[in-house]
């Protein structure tokens, strides 16, 4: 946004038309001699100059300009921004997701499981503010995909890259917890959030949930446990990302939930079951508004001078006005 430090010095500008008039407008001006067109017998003039008049309705224009950048350069302009500043911190955060071939049950139409928890995944990390956010994928193994971060469109852009079973066939969930509280073990906020999403029961891994749990719990974690997909026999279609080949085929759905429930009651947190998109969208809307914090904000403006731009443009112009008539319009200094 454009300011002024001296903004009256603009009303200088309103002395620019009057200028004009007087100048190019105002009948007599330069002392011209009138000639009687009455008395004269012999052949018309024609206007064979037009070149030469837009040369001079150029440098008109350019002088004119000029001075008016002049003038807006002694206004002091600026280009003002407004920033928000945040005064505290806001909630660590860890997301954990299941990378396992589950994931890619195709009972959240028209999307697989997969699909549909990172869509939801994008909209809360959207809606979020001043909360650094990490990403935890797991399958057979776990791996940390981003550590806690306020840069939310490299986030969103790693979360764009998982892919179901790119860590293995398998599901590790309390090793995917542990990865995540390991991550969240030097933060110095006022809350820590680990929030897991998953389909299956833990089969892989050196360390089973509710000790992760125990973990986390110890590094003052809270833990979000979302049960995520049906129960029954369930379509699945995925790609071997070894052989590129589509595999197809059905899955019995259902995950241990005394599991999961005992992660998240011995971790301070909650447990949820998402059947479908629309319960899974207002499971994150009920953990979005549970984890808040008071935000102190200050908003700090910061001003760039811009000034030297419009006298160096400034001077552009007049020096093209200058120069062109002297040396095009033989104009005498």
Request: with cysteine; hydrophobic share 45%.
């Given at each position: 946004m454009l300011t002024f430090e001296a903004p009256l010095y603009l009303v200088l500008c309103f002395l620019i038309p009057p200028g004009i008039w007087l100048r190019h407008l105002r009948r007599g001006r330069g002392n011209l001699i009138g000639f009687p067109f009455d008395l004269w017998r012999q052949r018309g003039f024609s206007a064979s100059l037009r070149?030469?008049?837009?040369?001079?309705?150029?440098?008109?224009?350019?002088?004119?300009?000029?001075?008016?950048?002049?003038?807006?350069?002694?206004?002091?302009?600026?280009?003002?921004?407004?920033?928000?500043?945040?005064?505290?911190?806001?909630?660590?955060?860890?997301?954990?997701?299941?990378?396992?071939?589950?994931?890619?049950?195709?009972?959240?139409?028209?999307?697989?499981?997969?699909?549909?928890?990172?869509?939801?995944?994008?909209?809360?990390?959207?809606?979020?503010?001043?909360?650094?956010?990490?990403?935890?994928?797991?399958?057979?193994?776990?791996?940390?995909?981003?550590?806690?971060?306020?840069?939310?469109?490299?986030?969103?852009?790693?979360?764009?890259?998982?892919?179901?079973?790119?860590?293995?066939?398998?599901?590790?969930?309390?090793?995917?917890?542990?990865?995540?509280a390991l991550h969240l073990k030097s933060s110095t906020a006022p809350e820590k959030v680990i929030i897991l999403l998953t389909d299956g029961k833990n089969n892989a891994g050196e360390i089973p949930p509710d000790t992760a749990a125990r973990i986390a719990a110890g590094l003052g974690a809270r833990i979000y446990v979302i049960g995520i997909g049906g129960r029954g026999e369930v379509p699945i279609e995925l790609r071997d990302l070894k052989s590129g080949k589509i595999l197809r085929g059905s899955i019995e759905g259902g995950f241990?939930?005394?599991?999961?429930?005992?992660?998240?009651?011995?971790?301070?947190?909650?447990?949820?079951?998402a059947g479908n998109q629309g319960t899974l969208n207002a499971v994150f809307s009920a953990i979005d508004s549970l984890e808040t914090v008071e935000r102190r904000v200050r908003i700090q403006v910061t001003t760039r001078a811009v000034h030297a731009w419009f006298i160096m443009a400034a001077i552009i112009l007049l020096a093209a006005d200058f120069l062109l008539r002297v040396f095009f319009l033989r104009e005498v200094p």
């Open positions: 070149a030469l008049r837009i040369l001079l309705l150029f440098c008109h224009s350019a002088f004119w300009t000029g001075c008016a950048l002049l003038i807006v350069a002694l206004a002091g302009p600026g280009l003002s921004s407004r920033e928000r500043v945040f005064l505290n911190k806001g909630i660590d955060m860890m997301i954990v997701l299941d990378e396992s071939p589950s994931m890619a049950a195709q009972d959240f139409q028209p999307k697989d499981r997969f699909e549909t928890a990172r869509e939801t995944i994008r909209r809360f990390i959207r809606g979020r503010e001043n909360d650094p956010i990490g990403l935890v994928g797991f399958g057979y193994e776990a791996a940390l995909h981003v550590p806690p971060t306020l840069d939310y469109q490299y986030l969103l852009s790693e979360l764009d890259k998982l892919q179901v079973m790119a860590l293995g066939d398998g599901t590790a969930i309390g090793m995917g917890i542990a990865v995540a241990d939930e005394e599991v999961l429930k005992t992660v998240a009651e011995k971790s301070g947190g909650s447990y949820f079951f």
